[in-house]
């Protein structure tokens, strides 16, 4: 069987999550660097898609403002990424490489402005923009032609900005954060093994959590502005990659990754003293059992956090049309994070199909584009949790993603 690269056969490895699971963004492939050779890669890729629904204020706004549209709009603004590689083969048992990625964000724009007895005036927003970039050093040892061991730092750096506002976010109306960018060092480590006669590679990649201190500026509805330093820990993760041929023209390939974002929280010091504020009036109260659950419920609340692991998979067979021409078609599948729906989580993971096309113009270099189609799960509305947005449903769930890749062996 003629030894196929299961990177120059998966044009499709734009594999960005759209919000489904936490802030996952990239899946952070070490594809790249187990290349053969001495091999380079660049990698563009375009996210669009729809996600909206209905504000869950419906009687509300209709009784107090006359309003009749509860349309949300598209949460969901294009998103244009980057990704590249260089692996080095400096002799037959060592290989260095550098990776960049852009792990983790969310990119989110929400303005209701319906129109009632105000006019159009804006009702309730919330715009998010957390962003990541990872550079990502490599050196592996090959003992046999089959096994390689590799391992390295990952220089991360971490950013953003967040705003709320609408009476829907109740004490937090008007918070605004503001995130510095961020450097940290994590670590990851790996080991693959292969048979090239058979095109069979496997795969396994461990990434530390990393800890950033952002300095951040906040500005709270009643305190105004705090300065001080926000703890953002990104999380750890495992990618389990594997390819097999099954006959002459055609092999299957699969990836599964885990994602430790149940451990991921966001809790800067000016939001803190909001919920401690709120918590200090309601003991003022006469205590009930509704007032006793609420401050426990609220002691607990955190700007951002997940309640369960992210699991995402896909699965996919690869065909060579000729010798210069290879297809491919694959599924895939994500599990969310299981918070209940808010405007920071309007989605719970997704399935989706994708397929691709490389096309070798030089026996040493490629050019690969792939489409994903994404069908989103809807988040569960949870009454007993408290939340910091109003949406209820999402009526459209989609996205498609689109990407190019260029790749050069030497």
């Not at 008007?174 to 961020?182: A, E, F």
């Not at 800890?211 to 502005?225: A, R, V």
């Not at 692991?309 to 996919?316: F, P, V």
């Given at each position: 069987?003629?030894p196929?690269?299961?990177?120059?056969?998966?044009?499709l490895?734009?594999a960005?999550?759209?919000?489904?699971a936490?802030?996952?963004?990239?899946g952070?492939?070490?594809l790249?660097f187990?290349?053969?050779?001495n091999y380079?890669e660049?990698?563009?890729?375009?996210?669009?898609?729809?996600?909206?629904?209905?504000?869950?204020?419906?009687?509300?706004?209709?009784?107090?403002?006359n309003?009749?549209?509860?349309?949300?709009?598209?949460?969901?603004?294009?998103?244009?990424?980057?990704?590249?590689?260089?692996?080095?083969?400096?002799?037959?048992?060592?290989?260095?490489?550098?990776?960049?990625?852009?792990?983790?964000g969310?990119?989110?724009?929400?303005?209701?402005s319906?129109e009632?007895?105000?006019g159009?005036?804006?009702?309730?927003?919330?715009?998010i923009?957390l962003?990541?970039?990872?550079?990502?050093?490599?050196?592996?040892?090959?003992p046999?032609?089959?096994?390689?061991?590799?391992?390295?730092?990952a220089?991360q750096?971490?950013?953003?900005?967040l705003y709320?506002?609408?009476?829907?976010?109740y004490?937090?109306n008007?918070?605004?954060?503001?995130?510095?960018?961020?450097p940290?060092?994590g670590w990851?480590?790996?080991?693959?093994y292969?048979?090239?006669?058979?095109?069979?590679?496997?795969?396994?990649?461990?990434?530390?959590?990393?800890?950033?201190?952002?300095?951040?500026?906040?500005?709270?509805?009643?305190?105004?502005?705090?300065n001080?330093r926000?703890?953002?820990?990104?999380?750890?993760?495992v990618?389990?990659?594997?390819?097999?041929g099954?006959?002459?023209?055609n092999l299957?390939?699969?990836?599964?990754?885990?994602?430790?974002?149940?451990?991921?929280?966001?809790?800067?010091?000016?939001?803190?003293?909001?919920?401690?504020?709120?918590?200090?009036?309601f003991?003022?109260?006469?205590?009930t059992?509704?007032?006793?659950?609420?401050?426990?419920?609220?002691s607990n609340?955190?700007l951002i956090?997940?309640q369960s692991?992210?699991?995402?998979?896909?699965?996919?067979v690869?065909h060579?049309?000729?010798?210069?021409?290879?297809?491919?078609?694959?599924?895939?599948?994500?599990?969310?994070?299981?918070?209940?729906?808010?405007?920071?989580?309007?989605?719970?993971?997704?399935?989706?199909?994708?397929?691709?096309?490389?096309?070798?113009?030089?026996?040493k270099?490629?050019?690969?584009?792939g489409?994903?189609?994404?069908?989103?799960?809807p988040?569960?509305?949870?009454?007993n949790s408290?939340s910091?947005?109003?949406?209820?449903?999402?009526?459209d769930?989609?996205?498609?993603?689109?990407?190019?890749?260029?790749?050069h062996?030497?």
């Open positions: 069987m003629k196929v690269s299961l990177l120059a056969l998966l044009p490895c734009i960005y999550h759209v919000q489904a936490a802030l996952e963004r990239s952070q492939s070490t790249a187990l290349e053969p050779n380079t660049f990698n563009i890729g375009v996210i669009t898609g729809n996600l909206s629904g209905e504000n869950s204020n419906k009687q509300e706004l209709s009784q107090a403002l309003v009749t549209d509860f349309s949300t709009g598209n949460l969901l603004e294009d998103f244009h990424f980057i990704q590249s590689a260089i692996k080095l083969q400096l002799n037959p048992q060592i290989s260095v490489g550098l990776l960049f990625d852009q792990p983790f969310i990119k989110l724009d929400y303005d209701y319906p009632s007895i105000l159009n005036e804006q009702l309730e927003a919330i715009n923009h962003k990541s970039q990872n550079i990502t050093g490599l050196i592996g040892y090959q046999t032609p089959r096994w390689n061991i590799y391992g390295g730092l220089y750096t971490f950013s953003g900005d709320l506002f609408g009476q829907s976010f004490f937090f008007g918070y605004n954060i503001s995130l510095k960018n961020d940290a060092l990851l480590g790996g080991v693959s292969q048979i090239p006669e058979i095109a069979l590679k496997a795969n396994l990649t461990y990434r530390s959590k990393i800890k950033h201190n952002n300095q951040s500026i906040e500005y709270t509805p009643n305190d105004g502005i705090v001080s926000t703890e953002i820990i990104t999380p750890q993760s990618n389990f990659d594997f390819m097999s099954v006959s002459a023209h299957v390939y699969g990836s599964l990754r885990w994602v430790n974002w149940s451990s991921f929280k966001m809790k800067p010091n000016g939001f803190n003293q909001i919920i401690q504020n709120t918590i200090n009036d003991k003022a109260l006469p205590s059992p509704e007032i006793s659950n609420f401050i426990q419920s609220l609340f955190n956090d997940y692991d992210q699991w995402s998979a896909k699965i996919g690869a060579q049309v000729n010798d210069r021409t290879f297809a491919s078609l694959e599924a895939l599948w994500d599990s969310g994070s299981d918070n209940p729906a808010s405007t920071i989580n309007p989605a719970n993971g997704y399935n989706g199909l994708g397929t691709g096309l490389r096309y070798q113009f030089t026996p270099s490629f050019i690969a584009g489409v994903y189609y994404l069908k989103f799960k988040s569960q509305e949870n009454k408290i910091v947005s109003s949406i209820s449903t999402l009526d769930r989609t996205a498609w993603a689109y990407g190019l890749k260029i790749g062996y030497f």
